[in-house]
Nanobody, 124 residues
Framework: QGQLVESGGGLVQAGASLRLSCAAS????????MGWFRQAPGKEREFVAA????????IYGDPVKGRFTISRDNAKNTMYLQMNSLKPEDTAVYYC?????????????????WGQGTQVTVSS
């Protein structure tokens, strides 16, 4: 049974950078498409970014385009989210997710495995 564990969250000031990691274990995730989602207080969880199993395609939600970069290292069973130029509105719990048969990358139900989340707080 697969497991995903996020790390790298924290409290930063606006304009700073953070890199989140998502470590996978328990099964091979090298053929899964993977993604990042986030949930701010009082809001629904939203799509942030996704990457195909081969890293050939990356897709980003509009709020983070040009500031965030998703990547993965299948040899290390790890996915990353580099977040630059952080804004207070990026404050949220960030979740990583994966699935062997993702059709619509922004559709949460397409993902089978989910991490517990890591808190990112951006102060103004």
């Amino acid at each position: 049974q697969g497991q995903l564990v996020e790390s790298g969250g924290g409290l930063v000031q606006a304009g700073a950078s953070l890199r989140l990691s998502c470590a996978a274990s328990g099964r091979s995730f090298s053929r899964d498409d993977m993604g990042w989602f986030r949930q701010a207080p009082g809001k629904e969880r939203e799509f942030v970014a996704a990457i195909t199993w081969s890293s050939s395609t990356t897709i980003y939600g509009d709020p983070v385009k040009g500031r965030f970069t998703i990547s993965r290292d299948n040899a290390k069973n790890t996915m990353y989210l580099q977040m630059n130029s952080l804004k207070p509105e990026d404050t949220a719990v960030y979740y990583c997710a994966s699935g062997p048969a993702v059709v619509a990358v922004a559709r949460q139900s397409d993902y089978v495995y989910w991490g517990q989340g890591t808190q990112v707080t951006v102060s103004s």
